[in-house]
């Protein structure tokens, strides 16, 4: 049969996935564009049509200035859309094992409504060959219309960094790949509407899908060989960051700094790749050795809290510990793989009372997480873990901070390194 002309103009848009990433390219699309915004959870369609984004990345004022970007749960409303894109997550389970069941959910219900001629972007980081072996099966069995003939499909990795206002989706260099040099440029064509940086064309999809996932394994690697050199430090009893400073005076160190990696990207990907590479028969060391090693930084620093507890004759059941910040990152509602739980799980091993202040979450998941939001009172912690380095806790000060304890002998461990060494008792 012939194949069915694919055409350079675009109508209408469907997101599908109306999160960090998914949210803000709709909005700047809806500028250019007519869009649907398709989300399955009704309560954040609800927030959206009422000008209220839980994420932080798109204020009220613009939610409420839309004039081509509608909101919806229901799939019927995509029937007239010509160009999809998918910007859904792609978590791992409990086994670190990648989790598609929410990108196959994705592609069956554009499955419904896709016509000849459409063509579907994809966005969610995925190993290498996903897109062909998982999501464009389920389209063509689900649609009973066949690739490159009837329909067409690209890969545009996200590069969205949630809670950064300088490096945006307008700002990143766009990767766009697509399953024939026409659908390339066509995916070049609706992105370079919202990206004034670089749009990037990649010869094939898997090479994009690739190139995303390294970006985040790149960075793990280095911060687990950093968070490695901060235990190796504090075992002889030298200062992390005074030796990474003295370091970084050669012109081509690379700076990273240590800490609790977790979030949706970086604390995932790597097993995304992992996986991939496994089922080939290649052993991918390196990745999961500074997976395992990130993996453990959280019960490290409780048992460095510990310690000094105890070097204090304490009795735990007696103790009251806060932990300040719960988001997987700084001036950020995220607490999706928060590794700031691994602190808080450890700890309460020991029948210790816990309690966790965080200004930034939402305040609805803040009330299901039992979070508090409000600024602890004075004298009442025997320690205080400050986890996050949210821009609420810089503002109140070391001072402040310390005088959460009960007294002198109190102690305040800064994860992140935002106070002074001589002004706390233990940073990474």
């Given at each position: 049969m012939k194949q069915i002309y694919q055409p350079m103009h675009v109508n209408k848009i469907a997101i599908i996935g109306l999160g960090y990433v998914g949210l803000p390219l709709a909005v700047g699309l809806e500028k250019h564009f007519d869009v649907i915004g398709f989300d399955v959870d009704p309560e954040r369609i609800q927030e959206l049509i009422n000008g209220y984004d839980r994420t932080r990345e798109v204020t009220s004022a613009d939610l409420k200035a839309l004039k081509r970007l509608s909101f919806s749960t229901d799939p019927n409303v995509m029937a007239d859309v010509d160009f999809y894109i998918v910007t859904v997550p792609t978590p791992i389970d409990n086994m670190n094992t990648p989790d598609?069941?929410?990108?196959?959910?994705?592609?069956?219900?554009?499955?419904?409504?896709?016509?000849?001629?459409?063509?579907?972007?994809?966005?969610?980081?995925?190993?290498?060959g996903a897109t062909e072996e998982i999501c464009i099966p389920v389209l063509e069995e689900q649609s009973g219309l066949v690739l490159n003939k009837d329909f067409f499909v690209g890969y545009s990795p996200e590069r969205i960094n949630p809670g950064d206002k300088e490096n945006t989706l307008n700002t990143i260099t766009k990767l766009v790949s697509g399953s024939t040099p026409e659908t390339t440029a066509l995916g070049v064509s609706v992105y370079s509407k919202v990206v004034s940086a670089e749009i990037f064309p990649v010869k094939s999809i898997k090479v994009a899908e690739a190139a995303k996932v390294i970006e985040n394994i790149q960075r793990d690697v280095n911060i687990a060989l950093i968070n490695e050199f901060s235990v190796i430090f504090h075992a002889i009893g030298i200062d992390t960051a005074e030796v990474l400073?003295?370091?970084?005076?050669?012109?081509?160190?690379?700076?990273?700094?240590?800490?609790?990696v977790g979030g949706h990207c970086i604390g995932v990907d790597p097993h995304y790749l992992a996986h991939k590479a496994m089922s080939i028969g290649v052993d991918p060391d390196i990745i999961l050795a500074a997976r395992k090693r990130s993996e453990k930084m959280g019960a490290y620093i409780a048992e460095q809290l510990l310690r000094r507890l105890v070097a204090r004759k304490t009795n735990f059941k007696d103790l009251r510990i806060l932990v300040m910040g719960y988001t997987f990152k700084e001036n950020c509602p995220d607490t999706r793989n928060s590794r700031v739980v691994d602190i808080i799980d450890h700890l309460k091993h020991y029948d210790i009372q816990m309690d966790v202040y965080d200004p930034v979450v939402d305040a609805t998941e803040a009330k299901a997480l039992n979070l508090t939001q409000t600024v602890p009172a004075a004298g009442v912690y025997d320690a205080v873990v400050v986890a996050v380095a949210h821009t609420e806790f810089k503002t109140l000060g070391v001072e402040r901070i310390a005088g959460f304890t009960k007294n002198s002998n109190g102690l305040l461990f800064d994860i992140k390194g935002v106070f002074p060494l001589n002004k706390t008792d233990f940073r990474l």
């Open positions: 598609v069941s929410i990108l196959r959910t994705a592609s069956a219900t554009i499955a419904k409504t896709l016509k000849p001629t459409n063509t579907v972007f994809y966005e969610s980081t995925v190993y290498p400073e003295a370091a970084a005076t050669k012109w081509n160190f690379m700076k990273f700094s240590p800490g609790l």
